[in-house]
């Protein structure tokens, strides 16, 4: 299992990965953009430039982030998550039925193209959280 920091930009991921690789003297961020996503869903999106996921490794701890893709409600201060991985679907599955018990679901619990379960939520204290069962 894995717990890192998702960090959420407003269109400037790519040079948060940039100024983050100098400071930490990393290997270069793994970036995927929207128009990289499989079935061509933002080919012709204005977003498509956009990060839709990266990662970079700073002093052993993964550090996740994306741009919004458009979302109105991505403020500088607030735009943190936790993101809980693991290889058993089953627990992805107990925390997401607890956090979302008095929680705010943003994504329900579902297949995607990179996990076998993700979901986005907001417990009920306020901390937001990404949940993912990755494919591999």
């Not at 701890?61 to 919004?68: A, P």
């Not at 995607?112 to 990404?130: P, V």
Request: hydrophobic share 35%; aromatic share 10%.
């Amino acid at each position: 299992m894995a717990v890192n920091p998702y960090f959420m930009f407003e269109k400037e991921a790519g040079e948060a990965a940039e100024l983050y690789e100098t400071a930490f003297q990393t290997q270069p961020a793994e970036l995927m953009t929207y128009g990289e996503v499989p079935g061509g869903e933002y080919e012709d999106s204005p977003d498509k430039e956009l990060i839709i996921h990266g990662k970079i490794n700073v002093g052993g701890t993964e550090i996740m982030f994306s741009d919004g893709g458009g979302q109105s409600d991505i403020v500088k201060g607030n735009n943190i998550t936790v993101a809980v991985t693991d290889k058993r679907l089953g627990y992805i599955t107990h925390a997401y039925d607890v956090l979302r018990d008095r929680g705010q679901v943003e994504m329900e619990l579902q297949e995607t193209f990179f996990a076998k379960g993700h979901a986005m939520l907001t417990d009920e204290f306020g901390i937001k959280w990404q949940l993912s069962c990755p494919n591999t």
